[in-house]
């Protein structure tokens, strides 16, 4: 569970830090293609420290997949990263606070319980 619980985090909380560091490629690139695109992400350290704790996310997830049910560790891991992904940008001050985001929230965690209970 904790494998579980890792990689939920992992790819929660980065994903909107991972956002905020990419602000700016449109800008800093224009018209210069794709390779220029890589090369300004690639030199940006609010972008690659997310992203390597993200793909650490990963390894976490292959992890639980090697110590859990399959048919509990694959949609409660994707589950919980949703509701950390929204944890992390009300956190960061996005605007999440919409009533359909909270009750998504409610409706996500409430599913996580049950399928925890039912396994």
Known sequence: ??????????????TPLIRRG????????VSRGKVAELVWLA???QYIAP?????????????????ADLALASPLTNALALM??????WA??????DPYSMAGVALVALGSTLCVMSS
Do not use: K, P, Y
């Not at 992203?51 to 997949?65: I, K, Q, T, Y």
């Open 1 to 14: 569970m904790e494998w579980i619980i890792a990689a939920s985090v992992l790819w929660g909380a980065t």
């Open 43 to 45: 030199t940006r350290w």
């Open 92 to 97: 960061l001050g996005e605007n999440v606070s």
């Open 84 to 89: 950390f992904t929204w944890l992390m940008g």
């Open 51 to 67: 992203l390597a704790l993200n793909f650490c996310g990963s390894l976490a997830f292959v992890r639980a997949l090697q110590t």
């Open 22 to 29: 990419s602000l700016g490629v449109e800008d800093a690139v």
